[in-house]
Nanobody, 119 residues
Framework: QVQLVESGGGLVQPGGSLRLSCAAS????????MGWYRQAPGKERELVAG???????NYADSVKGRFDISRDNAKNTMYLQMNSLKPEDTAVYYC?????????????WGQGTQVTVSS
């Protein structure tokens, strides 16, 4: 079955960095659009960054210039390098994989990893 496993979350001070990883199995990774989402307490889940199978990326305005999304198709893994972290980046971060084929939408989620930015 499909599994998306996030890792790399934790507690970091403001201004610090973290690198999240999402290891995928059970899908043909290189044809999927991948993304990082986050959900803070009391807020809706929001897109942080996305990367298409061809490598095109997009970012939420709040993280542009600080976060960098990438993927290694040979390793079936996606990354999120987070720099200059702020307390407002505190959230559970989720990995997402999606594609549409023959009119069917395939949409998978990881279990999430907690990122806490605090002094």
């Amino acid at each position: 079955q499909v599994q998306l496993v996030e890792s790399g979350g934790g507690l970091v001070q403001p201004g610090g960095s973290l690198r999240l990883s999402c290891a995928a199995s059970g899908i043909i990774f290189n044809v999927y659009t991948m993304g990082w989402y986050r959900q803070a307490p009391g807020k809706e889940r929001e897109l942080v960054a996305g990367i298409l199978s061809g490598g095109f990326t997009n970012y939420a305005d709040s993280v542009k210039g600080r976060f960098d999304i990438s993927r290694d198709n040979a390793k079936n893994t996606m990354y999120l390098q987070m720099n200059s972290l702020k307390p407002e980046d505190t959230a559970v971060y989720y990995c997402n994989a999606r594609r549409q084929r023959l009119g069917v939408q395939y949409d998978y989620w990881g279990q999430g990893t907690q990122v806490t930015v605090s002094s």
